[in-house]
């Protein structure tokens, strides 16, 4: 059974970057889409960005499109995300999961959906970005 882990998450100050680490066990990776999202205090969780099992499509919220960057190495079993110029709206908890579908907008809202309603998030990784 897939099991992910988040890790890389810190305290930043605004502008600077930090890349975030999605470790996965249980099963290759390289079959799955998989996706990060995020959850701010007192909001929903919202799905970020995600990327195809190949590696070959990617997808980015309007919020973080042009400053995060969704990679994977599946020889590590890995999937990453680079995030870059942080602003504070970017503080949260992200996460990762395998994707309900193929990688888009509507897979990531369904997706995000799902496990909260039905299944369960992971301790995810905290990003706080402040001055």
């Known amino acids: 059974q897939l099991q992910l882990v988040e890790s890389g998450g810190a305290l930043v100050q605004p502008g600077e970057s930090l890349r975030l680490s999605c470790a996965a066990s249980?099963?290759?990776?390289?079959?799955?889409?998989i996706g990060w999202f995020r959850q701010a205090p007192g909001k929903e969780h919202e799905g970020v960005s995600c990327?195809?099992?190949?590696?070959?499509?990617?997808n980015y919220a309007d919020s973080v499109k042009g400053r995060f960057t969704i990679s994977r190495d599946n020889a590590k079993n890995t999937v990453y995300l680079q995030s870059n110029s942080l602003k504070p709206e970017d503080t949260a908890v992200y996460y990762c999961?395998?994707?309900?579908?193929?990688?888009?907008?509507?897979?990531?809202?369904?997706?995000?959906?799902?496990?909260?309603?039905?299944?369960?998030w992971g301790p995810g990784t905290q990003v706080t970005v402040s001055s």
């Open positions: 990327i195809s099992s190949s590696g070959a499509a990617t």
């Open positions: 249980g099963s290759s990776l390289d079959h799955y889409a």
């Open positions: 999961a395998a994707l309900f579908g193929p990688c888009n907008i509507a897979a990531l809202r369904t997706t995000a959906r799902t496990i909260t309603e039905f299944g369960s």
